[in-house]
């Protein structure tokens, strides 16, 4: 799917994905961050700082440069210093028109296990397939973090901030949002199988192989764009006027 280059879509597009988190559940009050990279030199949209993930509009998305400094007239304060994951992956994966971060229960307890996500599921292999792991450092403050964020996450399309959360980008808000629903929903299936007590069947590691062209072929090449309209009717039904 080709990103779109006209940013009121992409505006729409990022509204609605900050709503279809807080739907899913995975939002953290005002915490946490999603970020589109504008085509050319615009700069990025980011959420207003203070503004619950459900409420947010296409309108109210502030455009910010690479250290969080606001570049519109918006009367929404950022979090320049929320930004610094982000700012550290859109400066060198040009291909990531979207990162999308949180802080969920189930991401954070998978992210401090010493073995990380387990290949036990068909959800996490399709995670493991492109997965990255990034050291706790304490909270993503510093500039000095940036080169570390940058390496752990490489080319991956995923990235486990250990004892922190998790992580996806995408090159397009779809792409990246249906990332983070199979890693989400990978850690989900992880601790429920480790709560059973019962031993654990990993997938065999030649079916890991071929893990990425088999998603091409389910999702017809279309990726995230499959179900992007789907969750957006959902989104039209439940929680309406991320567009204004």
């Not at 946490?32 to 990279?37: A, L």
């Not at 040009?94 to 010493?114: K, M, W, Y």
């Not at 789907?230 to 039209?236: A, F, H, Q």
């Amino acid at each position: 799917m080709t990103p779109p280059t006209d940013e009121r879509q992409l505006r729409i597009d990022l509204a609605a994905c900050y709503r279809l988190v807080a739907l899913f559940g995975w939002d953290d009050i005002v915490f946490t961050h999603i970020s589109v990279k504008l085509p050319g030199d615009n700069g990025f949209l980011i959420n207003p700082y203070g503004m619950l993930f459900d409420e947010i509009t296409a309108s109210s998305l502030v455009r910010v440069d690479a250290a969080g400094n606001k570049l519109s007239d918006s009367p929404h304060p950022v979090n320049p210093a929320g930004f610094v994951i982000h700012s550290a992956i859109h400066a060198v994966r040009h291909d990531a028109v979207c990162v999308l971060h949180t802080h969920t229960p189930a991401g954070v307890a998978v992210s401090a296990q010493r073995e990380g996500l387990l290949p036990i599921s068909q959800q996490a292999t399709v995670a493991l397939a492109s997965l990255g792991y990034h050291d706790y450092e304490g909270i993503a403050v510093r500039d000095d973090e940036k080169p570390r964020l940058q390496r752990d996450l490489g080319n991956n399309t995923c990235l486990i901030l250990r004892n922190h959360g998790l992580l996806t980008v995408g090159g397009t808000v779809a792409d990246a949002f249906l990332s983070m629903y199979l890693l989400q929903r990978a850690c989900e299936i992880q601790l429920l199988a480790q709560s059973t007590g019962q031993p654990l069947i990993a997938v065999d590691p030649r079916i890991l192989a071929g893990v990425k062209e088999n998603v091409v072929m389910v999702t017809k090449g279309l990726g995230g764009a499959l179900a992007w309209p789907g969750l957006l009717r959902r989104l039209d039904r439940l929680n309406p006027g991320y567009a204004d």
